[in-house]
């Protein structure tokens, strides 16, 4: 198998969907001799936030001179995105070799795994092949009934902010929501979260029936552009720092906390801070003038919005936009736009995509004109928004 036949096994009707639930995924790894629990893991669940916090914390770990592996969706343009070693993503050939192997396996044994469980056995399997020290784990979708949700321990479980999102599969309230995230919780384990979290009291409640050691981010992370350089400021150190966004300060203050769990050196701390990546979030390509963010539920709306008053004051603004139906693009339209905003639909690539004409429908008020590439050539700073599906077909483009 190839990279591109393993592309279209894992896109093809029967594997390309989440289906929530650990038994498949269970029995698999335990004929793979359970690798998930031969790696330290880093458990990080939440609404919005957790790829930045498993980016940065992997980021910072590597520095410092850990094997860290790091396994994050969804990916932006290839697959292999998705899982890393020290920033390396599995290269394709590995990737096909494990993609085959892994559904040859579960074909034998009549296990029917969805992508997503492929790509999480697969990311597993990896890790403990290349005997990476720490694994730093994102969550899919939820917690409890995730596919990741597998390993016996978990050395630190994070949580970070929570909000109403999925609510068709985790539930319409904050609380359901915050069960189904805090399900990530291991006994004796160590659990990270902000006291401002919305879940703080299910994530509290939930620590102690696991008997696990709760820990509360308390640091106050400032945040200011020096000398056209974005920097942090925290616990007496000041650190350059490559990612945009003052919602960033909530992230950092977990990350910080992860931190403190090892014993790191002021030289890492800076390295890792300095050269964190995590793409489509507050991305900024100033020779084109282009600030990327995948803002695809109402509170991330809210963030970008302030990022782009605090980052972007008075600039004339051009978006990017497209959505799912499956999100409340209503809600964060009256967040993010107003009807004097040029704004450019672009109909990606989904069953689930809203198109321009019901969008149009449902939002008279705005300006919604039909996206073409010379867009990203205008005078203004153009945002790219909205689905990271989207986002995805674009990227190459933006980057070029």
């Known amino acids: 198998m190839n990279y591109t036949e393993a592309k279209k096994l894992l896109t093809s009707q029967g594997k390309f969907h989440i289906k929530l639930g650990l038994e498949r995924v269970q029995a698999v790894l335990k004929l793979l001799g359970n690798p998930q629990d031969k790696v330290k893991i880093i458990h990080v669940a939440g609404t919005n936030g957790k790829g930045s916090v498993c980016s940065i914390v992997a980021n910072i770990l590597k520095c410092a001179g850990y094997k860290v592996g790091l396994y994050t969706s969804p990916h932006l343009v290839e697959y292999t995105e998705r899982i890393k070693i020290n ?10 070799n494990y993609t085959e192997k ?60 929570i909000s109403l999102d999925h609510t068709d599969r985790l539930g319409d309230t ?5 069960f189904e995230k805090a399900g990530i919780i291991k006994p004796k384990s160590i659990v990270i979260t902000e006291i401002s979290n919305k879940g703080f009291r299910i994530i509290r409640e939930t620590a102690e029936k696991q008997k696990a050691k709760l820990i509360v981010a308390t640091n106050y992370v400032d945040m200011n552009v020096d000398n056209g350089k974005n920097h942090i400021a925290v616990n007496g150190g000041k650190y350059e720092f490559n990612l945009l966004g003052l919602y960033q300060k909530g992230n ?12 790191l050196s002021e030289e890492a701390l800076q390295e890792g801070f300095k050269t964190a990546r995590w793409g489509a979030r507050l991305e900024y390509f100033e020779k084109k003038n282009i600030l990327v963010d995948g803002a ?31 999100k409340d693009y209503k809600e964060i339209a009256n967040i993010l736009f107003t009807p004097e905003d040029e704004i450019y639909y672009y109909e990606f690539n989904s069953k689930n995509v809203v198109t321009m004409e019901e969008y149009k429908q449902n939002l008279p008020e705005l300006n919604v004109k039909p996206y073409t590439d010379d867009v990203l050539k205008q005078e203004g700073l153009k945002v790219v928004t909205g689905s990271l599906y989207m986002i995805g077909e674009l990227y190459n483009i933006i980057k070029s």
């Open 87 to 96: 920033n390396e993503e599995i290269s394709q050939q590995d990737f096909a």
């Open 102 to 161: 892994i559904c040859a396996l579960a074909d034998k044994y009549e296990i029917h795994l969805t992508e997503f469980e492929i790509l999480t056995v697969m990311a597993y399997k990896y890790f403990a092949d290349n005997k990476v020290k720490i694994a730093v784990i994102e969550t899919g979708l939820g917690g409890r009934f995730d596919a990741t949700n597998v390993t016996k321990k978990t050395f630190i479980s994070v949580i970070t902010s």
């Open 174 to 178: 904050i609380e359901k929501i915050a």
């Open 252 to 263: 950092l203050s977990l990350v910080m906390k992860v931190l403190e769990q090892f014993k």
């Open 296 to 326: 695809h539920n109402p509170a991330a709306a809210i963030e970008l919005k302030k990022s782009l008053e605090y980052y972007f004051a008075g600039q004339k603004r051009i978006y990017v936009y497209g959505t799912l139906n499956t």
